[in-house]
């Protein structure tokens, strides 16, 4: 069910949010063992947020009523947010992240935290303290990653709704893979206060669902400027849901030929080719553009995001909060006992190379340099968006993999985040949307990526296309 | 660039991060590998280019010096597995730095 | 052999802004442990740094004090590294693009270059147990701003550095934006000190912590010096390191375990945005900056028609200025300006000294006390002498210098009969002063006002004594 779905159920009197909630614990109870999307859930918070809601009265939020699921990295109080690591085990933030307070204000209820690659360090939600989760579309592959929990959520009907965070593509991977809608907002389109950061200078917060108008309903929600964010945009946010109606009419997408190189399953190409066939039906204009320095996107990437994840993930040392080894001795013992015993290989290695490239001697080769080619990323981008409304790429190269698949390799792990990254490092936004399946069944999702701040151009776009593909209406076979 | 074990070792006690006899030799042909992939990047052309730290063009985003109320002491020590009254405890600190 | 020392100095000034400089949790010294913390500076896990404005504003002004420039540009970075007082295990600080720089302090005949002036937080404070492998961490201090001063080696003699630390100190207490007490912490210095044997060349840097008063800096720098020269004399080469000052064993130590060098991994800030401060903004900043020492004593000399060393010894603290010019204002006409000038940088200064005081203020003898007592000395109520003793009690008593006059009963004799009385049994039992004097020996007569003095237990006022005596002995040569 959609949002709207749900609230015209609760404006009829056919049903309460304490049934759709029962509802959805039945269902999260029966099916989640398989899936795995959770990383905590506990029904009696959920009940009890329920009652506070119930016995609130006044004005009906935007989501009033409405089950929400949110990343393990986001900051609830009263529940746990371990992204997913042993090193944060047991840890119970004093204080919740402003899109939490958004959404509580906004009516949603929190459905429990969901599974993520640790720390977002992953592709596949297979780096995760509490096991891998399963894609609702096909149990022996990944959902993608790093907000798999999220995606397999919103793609298993457990919730209409998820936050998951983006910093290589960790919203509109997993929504590819799983069939559902996941956009990634503009850098400081919304707060990333209470967000347990990767890769600071790229993380943003960002809703899964199942139709385009759901997702600009929950960004709407969460998006704003906000004085604890003093990276966030001081940029009003429209009423995205009236501007879907303007339609996509007279829209310009550029399609960049860098996106169809080797590697790119025939399958996604062909989705993706039939769906700009679709799209120039609805009065968009198609071009084809160019990014040329797409190629330096993941080197660059690399680079920044593990700088900054060496050093965000510093804190993690045992003293005031989460997991410390008994072991050590020294104060320098406790702390590389603590972080070796804490930590999953994929952090580690992120930390160790983080710390590699910020070490002396070697700044100015990587970081420093990849700041540099960061602009060179960013300057492409600018360029094509005189021309066009909107970029659009496959989200992935591939649909998704079997779980273990990629396990051994990080790097090729790292490349099939290939058409997502340089969005990030643009700080644009970008949504992920179904348009199409594989023969197999698996879905395939297209990703548009809009100037600064007009997550509203990409909104219409997209939910003309999607009016007109009908893919949402596609569900995985549960029983 | 060769990165040998004794780089890695380095890099883990600079990141006080305990790595496994296996990880330090799994690590290194990894890193060599991530590293070999990132020259690309020299061939890229920043000759006069400014590096991007922040995307937004933002500047000057200030708080005013107003007193907000901080968090109650039980809370703050609510998460540690190690405290002593109402202090944090860890192993003696002898200048390690 | 000979060396050249050079010594740089850094100094850490905590900011007595309302509240912390990334967050609003207060500011204020002396709260119980973890009472005054945030999941914002303690490093919480998805918190963000904010600016505090007046820390920025408190900044420029300090750099605008030492007349530094303000970076047009201003960005904060990482400082990384691992200590259980770091929360974050990076302490926000400032690297290549700091607040100000190029400044100077005039220190006497001397410049001192001042390289930067840069904004960071400071850290959380750590208890070491005794006899139990623990410390305790308290984070109330994490957070709090910070201005770091960073002098350019230009001191060549530890006494050198003792001044310059006592005029940037002077200035900024001036400044007003911290509190500057060493004791507490909120003014903390560190020094470096090199001994090269040839001016070209710069000797290994020691950098010495922990020192806790001026005492100390001059103290350590001293004993550096010697060690150092100590090592060089036997051919030895003195090792870069840092060294902690012992205050009770008087000694610099090195600290252990340095397994490997510190690499702090700086990279800019990305939870903060740039800054950048305009002319227009500096220029308000500099319109509401208060007179300065230097501009002070000079304007002392000017108005009060002081001699220049004295504007300088009385400008140097801001408040033996303030206490200065309080007493000028409440002194009646015809200016005691000098007098009381010299009062407060001799017997003043003195017993400050002795009693160990830094503040003016603590010394329990205001302004309108010393006004009061200069006036006893003008109208002839007591001597000079007698005044530093009156002084002395009135401090030790509390008590204003007319009451310690009355209750010692130490007003001096202004009776012209008893002064009389006095004065001719001088004369009689002294006759071969009386012929000196007669015979044109001038100093007889003082010799005769000191025996005078005697007769009266220097009571009598030695000015009435003279004149009587001088009477007397015209009348009877007459
Ligand atoms: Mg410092
Ligand atoms: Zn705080």
Redesign the pocket.
Known sequence: MTVSEIHALYQSGKTSPSEIIEQAIRRIESLDPKIHAFAWFDPQWVRQQVKVLEARGGGRGPLWGIPVVVKDNICVQGAPATCASKILSGFDPPYNATVIEKLRAAGAILMGMANMDEFAFGSSCEHSCYGPTRNPWDLGRVPGGSSGGSAASTAASFTPLALGSDTGGSIRQPASFCGVVGMKPTYGRVSRYGLIAFASSLDQIGPFSSTVADSALLLGAIAGFDPRDSTSGNVPVPDYLQEIKQGAKGLRIGVPKECFGKGIDPEVNEALQQALEQCKKLGITVKEVSLPRTEYAIPTYYVVATAEASSNLARFDGVQYGYRSASGQTILDMYAKTRGEGFGPEAKRRIILGTFVLSSGYYDAYYGHALKVRTLIKEDFDRVFREVDCVVTPTSPTPAFKLGEKLADPLTMYLSDIFTISVNMAGLPGVSIPCGFTKAGLPIGMQWIGRPFEEGVLFRGCHAYERAAGWHTKRPPLS | MAISLKDVEYLSHLARLELTPEELQRFAPQLEEILAYVEKLKTAPTEGVAATTHVLNLANVFREDKVQPSLPTEQVLANTSSREGLFFKVPKVIDSS | MNYTTVIGLEV?LQLKTATKIFCGCSNRFGAAPNSQVCPVCLGFPGTLPVLNRQVLVSGIRVALGLSCGVQPRIVFHRKNYFYPDLPKAYQI?QYDLPLGSNGFVQVGGQKVRVNRVHM?EDAGKLIHKEGENASLVDYNRCGVP?L?IVSEPDMRFPEEAHAYLKTLKGILEYLDVSDCDMEKGSLRCDANVSLTPDTKVFGSKVEIKNLNSFKAVARALAYEVQRQAAVLDEGGRVQQETRLWDDVKEMTQGMRSKEFAHDYRYFPEPDLVPFSVSKEEIGAVRAVLPELPAQKADRFVREYGLPATDAAGLTAEKASADYYEECVKRAPEGSQGKTLANWILSDVAREMNERGLDDIGALGFPPERLVELVGLIQSGVISGKMAKEVFIEAVESRQSPSEVVKAKGLAQVTDRGAIQEAALSVIQEQPRAVEDYRGGKAQALMFMVGQLMRKTKGAASPALSQEILRELLEKKNA
């Open positions: 850490h600080s960071e910070l770091e």
